[in-house]
């Protein structure tokens, strides 16, 4: 079956200007994540999307990133005017709710957006 | 706020030898921890969950084990190979929605 698709793979930028990155997570897992591999910060949370409840956006570094997702589906990452530091592996996640162990179950990764911003 | 750290940060094995992975973090307040292998230029792949309830998980030649009182979880990977070579990452879920804190990593090289 598919995993979870990110696009694109890769994408260079100039400073200031805006950027989407879109990830497809496994179909049927309610569950989706954010997470940005840095050289300097290792990888670190996002956000987190589940159902219908209110996204956790603690983990976004600024107000120039933002993240929605459609239809309980696909999901779109944007950073608004990109800085250098941006520069990264964006990686989005998925896990699947488990009714009948009443958890969540392991996040399953895509392939990783790599940001350059020149 | 949850702290996690890997040991050693790299390691070389010839073929065949077993292998232990280290990881700890600061607050044993866990839900789970997941370990995940990344191959360079690649996303993540899982390959053991831990629930807190629990002291280990195998895999094949891998067994994870979790001591939440200490703070500490192994991986243990038998009969090295090459194709082992990658990054191991461990990454504690600190909520139900398990949100992940990863390790820093284990660079693994197996030689022939």
């Known amino acids: 079956g598919a995993g979870v698709s990110q696009s694109p793979s890769n994408k260079v930028t ?3 200007k805006d950027v989407e990155l879109r990830c497809d997570p496994i179909s049927g897992h309610t569950a989706l994540y954010w997470y940005r591999q840095s050289l300097g910060q290792g990888l670190e949370f996002l956000i987190y999307f589940q159902g219908n409840s209110a996204p956790d956006k603690s983990g976004l ?7 929605e997702r459609t239809g309980g589906s696909v999901s779109t ?3 608004q005017r990109t800085q250098q530091e941006d520069s ?6 998925s896990s699947l709710w488990l009714p009948g162990q009443g958890r969540l179950s392991e996040q399953f990764f895509g392939p990783g957006t790599r940001l350059t911003v020149l | 706020k949850q702290e996690v750290t890997q040991i050693p940060a790299a390691l070389s094995v010839p ?9 700890s973090f600061t607050d044993s ?7 995940f292998r990344q191959d360079p230029g690649k996303g993540l792949t899982s390959l ?8 280990e998980q195998t895999s094949g030649r891998l067994n994870a084990s979790l001591d939440k009182s200490s703070g500490r979880s192994t991986l243990y990977i ?19 929605f398990q949100k992940l804190v990863f390790g820093t990593g284990t660079r693994l090289l197996v030689s022939p």
């Open chain 1, 14 to 16: 100039e400073k200031g």
């Open chain 1, 61 to 67: 570094p600024s107000d120039r990133f933002s993240a």
């Open chain 1, 77 to 79: 990452l944007t950073i």
């Open chain 1, 88 to 93: 990264a592996v964006y990686l989005c996640a």
């Open chain 2, 15 to 23: 073929e065949g030898e077993n292998l232990v992975l280290n990881c």
């Open chain 2, 29 to 35: 307040a866990i839900y789970n921890l997941q370990w």
């Open chain 2, 48 to 55: 053991l969950l831990i629930q807190s309830s629990q002291r």
């Open chain 2, 78 to 96: 038998a009969a090295s190979q090459p194709g082992d070579s990658a990054t191991y990452l461990c990454a504690v879920g600190t909520t139900g």
